[in-house]
Structures are given as C-alpha cells and as structure tokens.
C-alpha cells in the first residue's frame, strides 16, 4: 500500500512522503516478540484462573461443591428411578447428567466465581485433599517412607492463609469432594 501511496504524489511529493514515513516510524508496532509478550502477561493476569488460591476461595469451593452434590443427588435420584422403571433411555440421560458442564457451571454460580476460576480452585484444592489421603493412607505402612518423601507437603506452594482455611475446614473439604465423587461411583457401577 505504501508503494502504491508513494507512486500518487505531484509536486510536493518528497516533503509530504517524508513526513508520512517519520509518522509511520512513531507509530511503528513494537517486534513481535515483545508484544506477544505483553499481551501474555497482561492476559494471564486478567485471567482469574492463573490468579493464586487466596483464603475465600476455600469457602468459595465448599459453596459451590454443597451446590453440585445437590444437583448430583437429584441426578442420581432420577438414575435410580429409570432403572427401577427399566427405562434405559431416562436412565442413560440422567446418569449423563451427572457428567454434565452444567453441574460445574451451577457450582461456579454458587461459589460466586467465572467457570474458569472455578475449575482451577476445585482442582487445586482436590489436588491438595487428593495427596492428604494418599499421605493418610501411607503413614504407617510399612515401605511407605519413599512415596511419603515423594509426595512431600501436600499443601506446597499455597499461601500460608490458603492452608489455613484448608486446614481448619479439612473434614467438610473432604466431605464433600468424598460425597461428589462417591455419587458419580455409585452411578458408574450401576
């Protein structure tokens, strides 16, 4: 395009080229590395699921886990009903159901998070729940001292407030990601 703008002057024509071209300089993108950058940086920090846990998001996710457990529940509910009426396609819908995007999206609404967030909070804190049972399991087994070593803390690299609100609500925490799971279970093995 430049060329074809430079091949359109009259008379005037190295002055008014000269100053488009110091223009173009000022306004020139940065390399493209750079600006990849910035744009990484500037997204991940506007995302909130890269964001660390804080100490609310313990709260967050015992809310939105109380609300997925419900819908679970009824899910299974209606599992059970199917079954007992041999209906295999209501029974295939609603053990669907149980697996659905849905019943993250009402846990996010419930938490009072995105979907997003949401997802890495219950993640990091099943994470952490997950590697508390395992080290519960493994203490006092014997042979058990290489695995224990393995998994280490399972609250690394959390906020000294974020293991404290985990530590504090530990049992309703394990609670209800045992009460999710175990919903899910009974239906996969019907």
């Not at 060329?3 to 100053?19: I, K, N, V, Y």
């Not at 660390?52 to 509910?77: F, K, S, T, W």
Request: with cysteine; glycine share 12%.
């Amino acid at each position: 395009m430049l060329l074809g703008l430079a091949g359109c002057g009259g008379a005037g024509h190295d002055a008014t080229g000269a100053a488009a071209a110091e223009r173009m300089e000022t306004v020139a993108p940065a390399p493209a590395g750079a600006a990849a950058t910035d744009v990484a940086a500037s997204e991940e920090d506007a995302n909130p699921a890269s964001q660390p846990l804080h100490a609310g998001d313990v709260d967050a996710y015992a809310r939105g886990m109380a609300r997925e457990i419900e819908l679970l529940q009824a899910g299974y509910d209606r599992f059970v009903q199917a079954g007992e009426q041999h209906d295999e396609d209501a029974q295939m819908t609603a053990l669907m159901e149980l697996s659905s995007p849905d019943v993250d999206a009402a846990g996010a609404k419930a938490a009072g998070l995105d979907v997003a967030r949401y997802g890495f909070v219950k993640n990091a804190i099943d994470t952490v729940l997950g590697k508390l049972d395992l080290k519960q399991g493994l203490e006092g087994s014997e042979g058990s001292g290489d695995l224990l070593a393995q998994l280490g803390d399972p609250y690394a690299g959390l906020a000294d407030e974020v293991r404290a609100a985990m530590e504090t609500h530990r049992q309703e925490l394990a609670r209800l990601r045992a009460d999710a799971l175990g919903i899910r279970m009974k239906a996969a093995g019907s």
